[in-house]
């Protein structure tokens, strides 16, 4: 009798559990990729291994259109209060500006995952057919060669799960309401990316070189990461964006944890970002990694780490803004000087493109910083531009090939014009977008930028942006003289003709950056009611 009384009793005292509530219509993007990533990975396990190809595929890009069209329901099926919701029991707030940038990543996963899956450029695939060969040996010089596609040398197809997983977690990362959960997602985004670097066919050791700078500078970024968070819990009590946002707004308390935790959290997302002097594992991942996936890591994670400094700057410390902004301006001039000046003395297309992207994450802060509804919508304009552009470029890059594979010495480049005129044109005009030429997407995006750091008082800034503007316009101009106006050697590079993937690919950048130059309006309509508070 004693001992069930006893059970009755702590029966009785089991407290109920209230389920959180889940608005599966606004987070039905980031399952749909996230659970056929899971499904991809099934796929790895039980489909033959002369269909993977094929399936991962057509997986692939099926979750792409379907994550799409969720998206655009959930879009138009409600009005714009409707839209703002935070679900997932606080966790992710799908608002405007999460809805802009999930659009504007999976369409750059579209055009990304294009180019990964190509196997006619490289034949065989961009990517290994068995990771786990040494490099040098016969084995490692069979399957590079790609020429006789068996089991043994067609490419691993696990490389789509991975970008799956990288993808739903970049979704997760922009949209989240609280910080751990932002590092829960940084993770999802970040440890895929490590594998995908290492799996490059041919120049098996600078691939695997880049994948191991790419982690262990990764994992030091998460480090201060995650310290940032407890400094930041241990001052608001919470780690969710709105309560730290209500704890520097009204507290006593020293500030020493506040900012302390915002320098150690901003330093990875600034990491992320390839944000100067936090851009040192950019020029060798870049170089290192196969260039597929250099052209996801430069498009898609860029969007991600702005979409979450955004986010965190705006919804966590917009209230102090004048205590941390003067040091950000700091980190932005550093950013455009080092990829301005650095990228004149690069002599390889890859690593002149990412020092490209260090002046452009520099801009890109630029908007950030103005906190602003002009500065929010023109940075995530920039975002959606810069991306294409970029991917398209790194499309082009893969053309040019040797005995080797990829030339991307810039001295092979040399009369490029005359061997391929239509590659040489298509460059020509990336690269002037990149310069930010009028009449091409990276003009509008640079002209959005700037304006609102105009508008919010920030001229000084605007004219080192300009300034470092001139000076990385020379590098782009050098690659163009040099494909026109100089003689093609004897035994240079070969440009190969893309498959229809490369091909669908390097189209849709060009034509996305040149409609984007043109006619913005949509585009930057859409940035504009996507932004905070609109």
Same mark, same amino acid.
């Given at each position: 009798?004693?001992?069930?009384?006893?059970?009755?009793?702590?029966?009785?005292?089991?407290?109920?559990?209230?389920?959180?509530?889940?608005?599966?219509?606004?987070?039905?993007?980031?399952?749909?990729?996230?659970?056929?990533?899971?499904?991809?990975?099934?796929?790895?396990?039980?489909?033959?291994?002369?269909?993977?190809?094929?399936?991962?595929?057509?997986?692939?890009?099926?979750?792409?259109?379907?994550?799409?069209?969720?998206?655009?329901?959930?879009?138009?099926?409600?009005?714009?209060?409707?839209?703002?919701?935070?679900?997932?029991?606080?966790?992710?707030?799908?608002?405007?500006?999460?809805?802009?940038?999930?659009?504007?990543?999976?369409?750059?996963?579209?055009?990304?995952?294009?180019?990964?899956?190509?196997?006619?450029?490289?034949?065989?695939?961009?990517?290994?057919?068995?990771?786990?060969?040494?490099?040098?040996?016969?084995?490692?010089?069979?399957?590079?060669?790609?020429?006789?596609?068996?089991?043994?040398?067609?490419?691993?197809?696990?490389?789509?799960?991975?970008?799956?997983?990288?993808?739903?977690?970049?979704?997760?990362?922009?949209?989240?309401?609280?910080?751990?959960?932002?590092?829960?997602?940084?993770?999802?985004?970040?440890?895929?990316?490590?594998?995908?670097?290492?799996?490059?066919?041919?120049?098996?050791?600078?691939?695997?070189?880049?994948?191991?700078?790419?982690?262990?500078?990764?994992?030091?970024?998460?480090?201060?990461?995650?310290?940032?968070?407890?400094?930041?819990?241990?001052?608001?009590?919470?780690?969710?964006?709105?309560?730290?946002?209500?704890?520097?707004?009204?507290?006593?308390?020293?500030?020493?944890?506040?900012?302390?935790?915002?320098?150690?959290?901003?330093?990875?997302?600034?990491?992320?970002?390839?944000?100067?002097?936090?851009?040192?594992?950019?020029?060798?991942?870049?170089?290192?990694?196969?260039? !597929?996936? +250099? &052209?996801?890591?430069? %498009?898609?994670?860029?969007? $991600?780490?702005? @979409?979450?400094? =955004?986010?965190?700057?705006?919804?966590?410390?917009?209230?102090?803004?004048?205590?941390?902004?003067?040091?950000?301006?700091?980190?932005?001039?550093?950013?455009?000087?080092?990829?301005?000046?650095?990228?004149?003395?690069?002599?390889?297309?890859?690593?002149?493109?990412?020092?490209?992207?260090?002046?452009?994450?520099?801009?890109?802060?630029?908007?950030?910083?103005?906190?602003?509804?002009?500065?929010?919508?023109?940075?995530?304009?920039?975002?959606?531009?810069?991306?294409?552009?970029?991917?398209?470029?790194?499309?082009?890059?893969?053309?040019?090939?040797?005995?080797?594979?990829?030339?991307?010495?810039?001295?092979?480049?040399?009369?490029?014009?005359?061997?391929? !005129?239509? +590659? &040489?044109?298509?460059? %020509?005009?990336?690269?002037? $977008?990149?310069? @930010?030429?009028? =009449?091409?997407?990276?003009?509008?995006?640079?002209?959005?930028?700037?304006?609102?750091?105009?508008?919010?008082?920030?001229?000084?800034?605007?004219?080192?942006?300009?300034?470092?503007?001139?000076?990385?316009?020379?590098?782009?101009?050098?690659?163009?003289?040099?494909?026109?106006?100089?003689?093609?050697?004897?035994?240079?590079?070969?440009?190969?003709?893309?498959?229809?993937?490369?091909?669908?690919?390097?189209?849709?950048?060009?034509?996305?950056?040149?409609?984007?130059?043109?006619?913005?309006?949509?585009?930057?309509?859409?940035?504009?009611?996507?932004?905070?508070?609109?």
């Amino acid at each position: 009798m004693l001992g069930g009384g006893v059970q009755v009793g702590l029966v009785a005292q089991v407290p109920h559990v209230q389920a959180p509530s889940v608005d599966y219509g606004a987070i039905a993007p980031v399952l749909i990729v996230l659970g056929a990533a899971c499904l991809s990975v099934l796929v790895e396990a039980f489909v033959a291994r002369s269909a993977r190809w094929s399936a991962q595929v057509t997986l692939t890009l099926l979750t792409l259109g379907a994550a799409g069209a969720a998206l655009g329901v959930h879009l138009y099926s409600f009005s714009s209060d409707a839209r703002n919701v935070v679900t997932l029991a606080g966790t992710i707030s799908v608002d405007g500006p999460a809805l802009f940038l999930w659009g504007t990543l999976l369409a750059l996963g579209l055009a990304a995952v294009l180019l990964i899956a190509d196997r006619s450029v490289e034949p065989g695939g961009a990517f290994s057919a068995d990771a786990s060969v040494r490099p040098g040996t016969a084995a490692d010089r069979a399957q590079a060669s790609g020429a006789v596609r068996t089991a043994e040398t067609v490419m691993q197809t696990e490389v789509f799960p991975l970008f799956l997983f990288s993808l739903g977690g970049m979704m997760v990362f922009l949209a989240a309401n609280d910080l751990l959960t932002m590092f829960v997602a940084l993770e999802v985004l970040s440890l895929p990316l490590y594998l995908m670097c290492g799996l490059a066919r041919r120049r098996r050791l600078l691939a695997q070189e880049a994948a191991v700078k790419y982690f262990l500078l990764g994992a030091f970024s998460s480090a201060f990461f995650l310290y940032g968070v407890a400094l930041l819990y241990g001052y608001a009590g919470s780690v969710t964006l709105s309560r730290i946002a209500e704890a520097s707004a009204g507290s006593d308390r020293p500030d020493t944890l506040l900012f302390g935790g915002l320098a150690l959290l901003v330093i990875g997302l600034l990491f992320k970002g390839s944000v100067g002097p936090f851009h040192t594992w950019t020029p060798d991942v870049y170089q290192g990694a196969a260039t !597929p996936v +250099t &052209a996801f890591m430069a %498009a898609c994670t860029k969007v $991600a780490a702005f @979409g979450a400094i =955004l986010r965190v700057l705006t919804v966590a410390f917009e209230g102090t803004r004048w205590e941390w902004r003067g040091l950000l301006w700091a980190v932005a001039i550093v950013s455009m000087v080092i990829g301005a000046v650095l990228g004149l003395t690069q002599t390889d297309v890859k690593r002149m493109i990412a020092y490209s992207s260090v002046a452009h994450a520099g801009f890109l802060l630029v908007g950030a910083i103005a906190l602003t509804a002009q500065g929010l919508s023109g940075t995530m304009f920039y975002l959606l531009a810069y991306g294409f552009t970029t991917l398209a470029a790194f499309g082009v890059v893969t053309l040019v090939r040797d005995a080797d594979g990829e030339a991307t010495h810039l001295s092979q480049w040399a009369g490029l014009a005359k061997r391929s !005129p239509l +590659t &040489a044109a298509v460059f %020509a005009f990336l690269l002037f $977008a990149l310069a @930010g030429i009028p =009449l091409t997407s990276g003009f509008t995006g640079k002209f959005a930028v700037f304006s609102a750091a105009l508008a919010d008082g920030m001229a000084p800034l605007v004219v080192v942006a300009l300034v470092a503007s001139a000076v990385a316009a020379f590098f782009y101009l050098r690659v163009v003289v040099l494909m026109y106006f100089s003689e093609p050697a004897i035994d240079g590079p070969t440009v190969s003709v893309p498959g229809a993937f490369t091909a669908a690919a390097i189209t849709l950048g060009v034509v996305v950056t040149l409609l984007l130059g043109v006619v913005p309006t949509f585009a930057l309509n859409w940035a504009a009611l996507g932004a905070f508070g609109s």
